[in-house]
């Protein structure tokens, strides 16, 4: 039931998309509702500093991580609400774009029904700038003319969805895959994907410890993280593009380490 | 042929994406990219206020529209590689994120075959915040676990794709689509898809004369553009979210207008 505007109170909230992890990737209307805010209510994996943009805010940590206890989705549009009522400007601020599988839009459903006023400020989604950082674009001409993009938990309906593709057509980009990756292959060896499908794992992507691997998809299940790294959001990527972006990946100076070892390699062993 | 660094010009070329149209929806880095630069080749569509960021920086206009000419994708590389050599800091600013269906990948090619250095600055995709800013999350938990960004044209590897989803379990956002909507309504009830799936077009998302329609698919083809929008990028959106983010659109005010009208008809005919 949505109240009429006249009788909402003053207060509001803003859910923000705070972009891929690396604070400057924040939009410019994100900065100025941060700046602007009396309560922020921020996921896991915000960046320090982007928090340092609400100065004059209380900030609550909310957030989700595999294996952590978090706050209750209820509790969150709670604390939402009591505070919207008492007159506050409250950011939510989530990872990536809100709607990109990030509930924003059953926070707004549950902010309209509470006849709270209500924004959404989109962001930069980890889901098409994590391969791109990595040097991946998501769509290539003549390779890749569109991209899919994914939960991958639960593992039935994403293997349902992806079992349809055909990644020499698009990109696929599963979110919340690395745990899911031995059910991936298996399920899609089961629904004729060739094994030696592209694919990719972003870790951390615009972050200081991004890293990336490629293969194919035989192999994906079997590349083990890096230790150290093992904490870091990771997706997956599936399709001719990966192996179409080797030189994309070399102009943009990712995977430059691996470049200069086999110089290394060659100029030691000639 | 990825000449090494050491020989590499110390200009460079960063392609930045300018996001969904706002100006205030550009990321804090590619508003420092644009201080920077000495030169800046534009898209169409790029929002007056977004080039004026970029106060030292000589400004041309590449940009590709419907039935426009345009300067040739060479052309393009050309430019930035003269300018780079030249030492110049050049920005290529793109609608929306340089990878999603913006030649970025072509772009980052050529400069890296030329041994200039490149970077690319993602940005908010139209693609998903188009929909978002009227209301249609392309995700939402119970009815969309994902979203399929696809280029309509051209048309025959489009429906290829498309012909192979399920709207009830993915949302499809179709970019450049408006021309496209009889092949694509035709094709898709070829395909067996339901004449009552629902589907949007989102004319203009987060620009002053944002307009948008939601309906059915075999409407999708009817639906007159209002006078005076023709001119306004488009996109339309297939899948059950569409019909299940009517209350998110209240909430948010989008389409607050129909609202009000219908309210009226039925006040005026108590």
Redesign the interface.
């Known amino acids: 039931m949505?109240e009429p505007?006249s009788r909402r109170t003053s207060g509001k909230v803003v859910l923000v998309?705070a972009?891929?992890g690396?604070?400057?990737?924040?939009?410019?209307?994100a900065?100025?509702a941060l700046a602007e805010a009396d309560l922020v209510l921020y996921d896991a994996l915000i960046d320090r500093a982007v928090l340092d943009l609400a100065p004059k805010a209380a900030k609550f940590s909310v957030g989700k991580r595999a294996g952590r206890a978090s706050v209750a989705q209820d509790t969150i549009h709670s604390l939402m609400v009591q505070a919207a009522r008492g007159k506050k400007t409250v950011v939510r601020l989530k990872c990536g774009?809100?709607?990109?599988?990030?509930?924003?839009?059953?926070e707004?459903?549950a902010?309209?029904?509470a006849g709270v006023r209500?924004?959404?400020?989109?962001?930069?989604?980890s889901a098409?700038?994590g391969?791109?950082?990595e040097g991946i674009?998501?769509?290539?001409?003549g390779v890749s003319?569109?991209?899919?993009?994914?939960?991958a938990v639960p593992e039935e309906?994403?293997l349902?969805?992806l079992a349809?593709?055909?990644p020499k057509?698009?990109t696929c980009v599963l979110l919340m895959a690395l745990g899911a990756r031995r059910a991936i292959v298996d399920g899609l060896a089961a629904a004729g994907w060739s094994p030696k499908t592209p694919a990719a794992i972003v870790l951390g992507a615009h972050g200081p410890r991004a890293h990336s691997w490629t293969g194919t998809l035989d192999e994906l299940a079997e590349w083990v993280i890096p230790a150290g790294l093992e904490e870091l959001p990771g997706l997956v990527v599936l399709g001719d593009v990966v192996a179409a972006?080797e030189?994309?990946r070399?102009?943009?100076?990712v995977g430059q380490r691996d470049v200069v070892t086999e110089s290394e390699v060659r100029l030691g062993s000639a």
Do not use: N
């Not at 674009?137 to 001409?141: C, E, H, N, S």
């Not at 003319?145 to 939960?151: A, D, E, Q």
């Open positions: 949505i505007r998309g972009g891929p690396a604070p400057d990737l924040l939009t410019l209307r900065a100025r774009d809100p709607f990109v599988l990030g509930r924003g839009g059953e707004v459903l902010l309209g029904a209500v924004e959404v400020i989109p962001g930069v989604t098409i700038a391969p791109g950082g674009p998501v769509t290539l001409r003319s569109g991209v899919l993009v994914l939960t309906p994403c349902r969805v349809r593709q055909d057509l698009i972006s030189r994309i070399s102009a943009l100076g």
